[in-house]
C-alpha cells in the first residue's frame, strides 16, 4: 500500500504521525515538503542537485515579433505594451522560443532548482527533495525525486501542506489518503477531504490529533461523507521518546489503517 498522509495546515503533527508509522511499518519514507522538509535526511547517504533551464531575454535584440508567445504553449510568454514579459513561473525550459526566434534574442540558462536526497531513519530509507530557489516548479523535483527512487508496493508519502491540486501532483501515486487534521478545523478539513477522495476515487480516512472526548460528531460526519474513521490521538506531554512509546494504542490504528482484514477502510 502507498499512503499519503495529508493536512491542511501545519501544527497538526503530521511529522510525528509519519515518522512513528515509518517505525511500525518499516515502509520507505517520502518527505514532499519543499520549502522546509523536516526530515530532510541530516547526513544524507546520497544527495543531487537538479537543475533547470529557464528563458532568458536580450530586449535590445528583440523586435516584437511574437513569434516565441505564439508558440510558447506554457503561457510563459506575454507581449506588454513594448516588452515581451516572461513569467518564469510557467516556463519549462523546453527552448522552443529560443528556436523559433528570428532574431537570435533568446537563450536558456541552466539554474539550480533543488536537490534530492536519501537518508535513513531506524534503518528505513527516507528520500527527500527541497527548493535551493523560490519558484513553482515543484513538480520537477517530485519527477527527479520519483525517478530516482522509484515508488515500491510499500510506501509512505508525506504530502505538501494543504489540500490543493498541485500539492496533490506529490502524491498522485498514492493508493490511499490519510487526513490528519484537529478538532478546532477538523468540521471544514473533513468536507474539503470527503471532494476530494471522491474527485480522485482513492478510499479515504481521517485520523484526529490532539483530541478530546466530543469526537462522536465528527466521527459521524466523516462515516457521512463516505470517509473511515481511523481514530484518535490525545494530546500527549511527552512526545521526547516518540508517538509509539507515549501513546502505545496508536498501533492499533496503523494495524486497521494498513490491514484491510483487521477492520481498516479498504475493507
Known amino acids: 500500500m502507498r499512503l499519503a498522509i495529508l493536512s491542511q495546515r501545519g501544527g497538526v503533527g503530521k511529522t510525528t504521525v509519519a515518522i512513528s508509522l515509518l517505525e511500525f511499518w518499516k515502509a520507505p519514507l517520502y518527505e514532499l515538503e519543499l520549502g522546509f522538509p523536516k526530515l530532510w535526511p541530516a547526513e544524507p547517504e546520497f544527495r543531487e542537485t537538479v537543475t533547470w533551464r529557464l528563458s532568458r531575454f536580450d530586449r535590445q535584440q528583440c523586435d516584437l515579433c511574437e513569434e516565441c508567445v505564439k508558440n510558447c504553449q506554457f503561457g510563459a510568454l506575454v507581449r506588454e505594451g513594448e516588452v515581451i514579459k516572461h513569467r518564469g513561473f510557467r516556463c519549462r525550459g523546453c527552448g522552443l522560443c529560443k528556436e523559433v526566434c528570428p532574431r537570435k534574442a533568446i537563450s536558456l540558462k541552466e539554474i539550480k532548482l533543488g536537490e534530492i536526497a536519501k537518508g535513513e531513519w531506524e534503518k528505513v530509507p527516507v528520500y527527500a527533495a527541497r527548493f535551493l530557489r523560490g519558484g513553482t516548479l515543484e513538480g520537477v523535483l517530485w519527477s527527479h525525486l520519483y525517478e530516482k527512487f522509484p515508488l515500491g508496493e510499500n510506501a509512505i508519502l508525506k504530502a505538501p501542506l494543504g489540500l490543493n491540486g498541485e500539492n496533490l501532483q506529490a502524491v498522485k501515486e498514492a493508493e490511499s489518503l490519510l487526513l490528519l487534521t484537529t478538532p478546532s478545523r477538523a468540521v471544514e478539513e473533513i468536507s474539503l477531504f470527503a471532494e476530494i477522495v471522491q474527485g480522485i476515487g482513492l478510499p479515504g480516512a481521517v485520523l484526529l490529533n490532539f483530541s478530546?472526548?466530543?469526537?462522536?460528531?465528527?466521527?459521524?460526519?466523516?462515516?457521512?461523507?463516505?470517509?473511515?474513521?481511523?481514530?484518535?490521538?490525545?494530546?500527549?506531554?511527552?512526545?521526547?521518546?516518540?508517538?509509539?512509546?507515549?501513546?502505545?494504542?496508536?498501533?492499533?490504528?496503523?494495524?486497521?489503517?494498513?490491514?484491510?482484514?483487521?477492520?481498516g477502510y479498504n475493507a
Do not use: C, N
Open 212 to 263: 478530546t472526548e466530543k469526537t462522536k460528531d465528527l466521527r459521524v460526519k466523516a462515516e457521512s461523507k463516505g470517509l473511515w474513521w481511523a481514530g484518535e490521538i490525545p494530546p500527549l506531554d511527552d512526545l521526547s521518546h516518540g508517538l509509539l512509546k507515549a501513546y502505545p494504542s496508536v498501533q492499533d490504528i496503523f494495524v486497521r489503517l494498513l490491514e484491510p482484514e483487521k477492520g
